[in-house]
């Protein structure tokens, strides 16, 4: 791939990442804080903090991926099963 191509990649999905997180500030912020309570410990908002972190940029990232992929026309699902089999032989 040429270098201007790789660039021009580079800087559309650093664009669609900056769109994405000012469309879903409220959403991620609501993720991240999910299950805390202000009774529990510092220790367990901060545990839970980071496990939300984790499982919500896995999300976001197959968020975006799928996008590109269909906004591309390279993937188009019917169902949810013909998804999440599209997703699983890419994990595989």
């Known amino acids: 791939m040429e270098d201007s191509t790789s660039e021009l990649i580079r800087s559309v999905i650093g664009q669609e990442i ?9 959403w991620l912020m609501e993720n991240i804080l999910s299950g805390c309570d202000e009774t529990d410990s510092f220790e367990n908002i901060y545990s839970r903090m980071v496990l939300n972190s984790i499982i919500t940029s896995v ?9 590109f992929l269909i906004k591309a ?6 169902n949810e099963e013909e ?5 699983m032989s890419v994990v595989k």
């Open 18 to 26: 900056d769109r994405w997180f000012s469309e879903q500030g409220d």
């Open 59 to 67: 999300k976001m990232a197959a968020d975006i991926a799928i996008s």
């Open 73 to 78: 026309g390279i993937s188009e699902p019917k």
């Open 83 to 87: 998804l999440r089999r599209l997703l």
